[in-house]
DNA sequence: TATTTTTCCGTCGATATCGGACCGTGATGC
DNA sequence: GCATCACGGTCCGATATCGACGGAAAAATA
């Protein structure tokens, strides 16, 4: 009954580096707690953090001295006892940039560590036209926009992050685009290198979708992850957020890139990957847009645009194209509901911007089609932050840059 | 330019309760180094834990006191300088009890904290038959095993944990199977509290797929995650397991389940969820089985166990058929590997051990399906445990059960 | 054989964080 | 005026971790 043993070795995990508990490590978390606006005052960090009264003390007087916090004078009695000393990140705290790069164009932003939008704007820009035109145009907006974003009376805050997202493939930890189709020309370019030496400061490279992921699932409460979001437009792409609340990478960086999953429908649909039925020759705004043009609607659309336009104005030949597109995307979340099992599903991308056609329709199939049990709990909604979603990830990943251990340390004012 | 803000407030991570740096946590990390292998001795330790000789040190002592780890007196030279003074597990540490239920059978093991197989065996039970009963035998030959379990000289190790994996989806917080269609009865049965009470000690339930899945991740170097593990039997299920090495669940337990998702061909074929061109009743075992017994084959099989003659004896009919299924089976494969992009997909079950048929029709739509960049390094295999990886993912989490911070201050010896 | 080198391990004091106890402060209600 | 409630500052003891020093055991070298 037992000749040899049947199990090898296991690998058993082991709490991270365990190392004390650094300070650093509660000053960071006293911080992100006050910049995520969780906590303003020490009693609710006290709360919020675990901490006792003396160490959150001690840290709150730390990070004032650093100039991170500031006090934030108002005392609004809440009926009984004495009112709460108010803290608030400091105007000094530094500003960080972001900007989401698009096919077509950016949403360009300056934030400061409490999240407070100083100055955004959207910046017209071609992938096409290679890294080193649009980079510049990114610098450059970015350094025009910071000089409008000071606020009187605030100094010359430094800048401590730049986050980038780029509609393709990227490998974060390099820093670099990899082989993304639509952005001739990208291919390892050192985006994060570039940005680090023009801003003097840690840079942030990541993917346009799983900005939005990000975005979405921290603007969400805590309780709507796993967070699945997918995103329609000129192509389709996924992003996930994890239970914890982070980002799958998965092993190469490519986790959600799923425009090239073969789907039922159209299987002699020939794709610009190579292969034949993909998601994105079938369903995208694109595949709409050209199969409105042809055989037998011919319709004179060319852009996407044009496509929102026909929904917008009830055109049943494009909802009917539409629908179809929205119940081949359905099947496809209704299997990846399946495997991940998310607690929510956010629907983005120019076309659900246009109508709640697509919502529909992909709802209609995710519910039939996908078992109670992964279904019950689920939310499956449009974007609740729209185009500014991809903004509000980028937001997360700089803010926490510069709030973690490491970045940490550069945290001084510059003068007190 | 800047209306109103674009974005709302958005949480920040904060890493973990902070707290300090518990020295449960401390002893933790050493045992489980100890116990995974990874350290045989106090240098080991310090290398592999990232902790002062000293903290080692006095971790090693207290652990040593309480008789979870014991000297292990041999010291081999290594060529230069003074040996290390060994370190192992103590046989005093006490017994983990694993039960793995498949749907006809179980597979049974005593083994203690340092991965030592005390016991196995595998018995014949039915799900079919309802908890109490299946439950009952489990509990029985558990006890039973036990009993042969026992070294000369160890005294009566205590059991410190209870772990049973299931096939079906489970809420691992409960401790209770949620709907498993094929296990009548079995829905809410307290299985955890069950087992808790009768062995006196904490019991862990989880499902048989998940179960492989951690095994074989745990089994495998650490840089072969996230794996992605399908089990192709009478049914078709999967398992996740992330970067970090743990099991990914999903929002409700559910993660995984994807017997029910609609494949390309036999759309038509009925499936006992009640939906149609579910993957299971496509290209599971059962189906092929099915299949191969109907028009135009009329091969005569009935169990799985014939398909898997025929398959051995090279049957042309059969082959092909498999070959079938394995191309469904792959393009599913193709989408998660997509999605998630897991360094590993590793196939499990019945039809793969049976010959490589399954395997070879899987990669080669893989392969062709799934864009270089997801595929590049994916490594696409047979389960490399077979039949016991299910008793391996057991094993890992009764062990870390019992050796992490809330479990371990049970951990004392009986007797000194 | 004596010495050096190498590696492992124990002891001690220094540091710094953490958490409890105590007290002061600012508001409300009786 | 007094009690109550809640926030916050300060002191101090507990203790986890670390670094430095020195001792121990084996092999290499002179």
């Known amino acids: 009954m037992q000749p040899t043993s049947p199990l090898p070795p296991l690998r058993l995990s082991v709490p991270g580096p365990s190392g004390r508990a650094d300070a650093a490590v509660t000053l960071s978390t006293v911080a992100r707690l006050v910049a995520s606006g969780a906590a303003v005052s020490k009693a609710d960090l006290v709360a919020a953090a675990g901490l006792a009264r003396t160490t959150v003390s001690t840290a709150v007087d730390e990070l004032l001295a650093r100039g991170v916090l500031r006090p934030d004078g108002a005392r609004p009695t809440t009926g009984r006892g004495r009112p709460a000393d108010r803290l608030a990140m400091s105007a000094r705290g530094g500003h960080v940039l972001l900007a989401d790069v698009g096919a077509r164009g950016a949403h360009l932003a300056v934030v400061d560590l409490s999240q407070r939008v100083l100055a955004h704007e959207h910046i017209d820009i071609d992938v096409q036209d290679g890294p080193d035109a649009v980079l510049a145009a990114v610098e450059d907006a970015l350094t025009a926009l910071r000089g409008r974003a000071r606020h009187p009376g605030d100094g010359d805050p430094a800048v401590r992050a730049v986050v980038i997202g780029l509609p393709g493939p990227v490998d974060g930890n390099l820093g670099i685009p990899v082989r993304p189709p639509i952005m001739p020309g990208w291919h390892a370019y050192p985006v994060s290198a570039r940005l680090q030496r023009t801003f003097d400061c840690p840079a942030v490279l990541e993917n346009d979708v799983n900005l939005r992921a990000l975005g ?28 914890e609340g982070v980002l799958h990478h998965g092993a190469d960086g490519a986790a959600g890139d799923i425009g090239h999953v073969r789907v039922r429908g159209g299987p002699d649909t020939a794709c610009v990957c190579g292969n034949v039925g993909c998601i994105e020759a079938v369903a995208s705004a694109g595949a709409i847009a050209r199969r409105l043009a042809a055989e037998p609607h011919q319709l004179g659309v060319a852009t996407i645009a044009d496509v929102r336009a026909l929904i917008a104005r009830g055109d049943p030949d494009a909802l009917g194209v539409v629908r179809e597109a929205a119940g081949v995307i359905g099947e496809l979340v209704a299997t990846l509901v399946h495997f991940y099992n998310p607690a929510r599903v956010t629907l983005g991308g120019s076309l659900t911007a246009a109508s709640d056609e697509l919502l529909a329709g992909v709802r209609s199939v995710v519910y039939q089609r996908a078992l109670p049990l992964a279904t019950r709990n689920l939310v499956l909604t449009n974007s609740v932050l729209g185009e500014y979603a991809g903004l509000a990830g980028a937001a997360v990943l700089g803010i926490e840059r510069v709030l973690s251990p490491p970045g940490m340390d550069a945290l001084t004012a510059p003068r007190p």
């Not at 699945?228 to 239970?243: E, H």
């Open 216 to 243: 979405e699932a921290r603007a969400l409460p805590a309780d709507q992850v796993p967070l699945l979001f997918v995103k329609v437009g000129t192509g389709i792409g996924g992003g996930l957020v994890s239970r």
